[in-house]
């Protein structure tokens, strides 16, 4: 299986910082790459596919860059509702696995 | 307005099985791939399985933790997919999501609120 080591696994922030995550994969993924956003007690929700696509909704402050085995996750000008955890997640190839998440909080 | 509601958790013994269900609504059913993932307290995401249509046969597909001991399957008559979980052990205490793609399989867009799974003597 394609291991995904996400980094770091906390990170403090204040409201307008700019903060990046990282994912590095065990072997090439191409851009098969997804970033969730998670807040206690609910679903993930997906903010980037394909390594750099926004989704549907999400707002232009994330953005998502890389391919092949490193990828990270820039978040400009932090909102209060961007406190959560963070998790990337590899769908080129079985068992489709998760990053360890990045838990984002305030400083 | 796609709905994805989960429900069959509950507490079960080491050794035992449960069945988890998910009810789908707002979207054709039968032409989405169903998966499930899962989530102990305060960890990460694991994905567990994964069931595709009927145009492919209704394949599946597990992780390498539960296959053998646990099945996915749909029944598009009912917009409804399950998970039957067997030989459970306290690893496999976890909220179980229900989730479908966004465009195809991945990413995965649509989740229910999930249903807490306890293994436990």
């Known amino acids: 299986d394609i291991q995904m080591t996400q980094s770091p696994a906390t990170l403090s922030a204040s409201v307008g910082d700019r903060v990046t995550i990282t994912c590095r994969a065990s072997?090439?993924?191409?851009?098969?790459l997804a970033w969730y956003q998670q807040k206690p007690g609910k679903a993930p929700k997906v903010l980037i596919y394909k390594a750099s696509t926004l989704g549907s909704e999400v707002p232009s402050r994330f953005s998502g860059s890389g391919s092949e085995t490193e990828f990270t996750l820039i978040i400009r000008s932090l909102q209060p509702d961007d406190f959560a955890t963070y998790f990337c997640?590899?769908?080129?190839?079985?068992?489709?696995?998760f990053g360890q998440g990045t838990r984002l909080e305030i400083k | 307005e796609v709905q994805l509601v989960e429900s069959g958790g509950g507490l079960v013994q080491p050794g035992g099985s449960l069945k988890l269900s998910c009810a789908a609504s707002g979207f054709t059913f039968s032409g989405s791939a169903m998966h499930w993932v899962r989530q102990a307290s305060g960890k990460g995401l694991e994905w567990v399985a994964r069931?595709?249509?009927?145009?492919?046969?209704?394949?599946?597909l597990y992780s390498a933790s539960v296959k053998g001991r646990f099945f996915i399957s749909r029944d598009d008559s009912s917009d409804t997919a399950y998970l039957q979980l067997n030989s459970l052990t306290t690893e496999d205490t976890a909220v179980y999501y229900c989730?479908?793609?966004?465009?195809?399989?991945?990413?995965?867009?649509?989740w229910g609120h999930g249903t807490l799974v306890t293994v436990s003597s």
């Open positions: 997640q590899q769908y080129h190839s079985p068992s489709y696995t």
């Open positions: 989730a479908r793609g966004v465009f195809g399989e991945f990413p995965l867009g649509y």
């Open positions: 069931i595709r249509t009927h145009v492919s046969s209704y394949a599946t």
């Open positions: 072997q090439s993924i191409g851009i098969w």
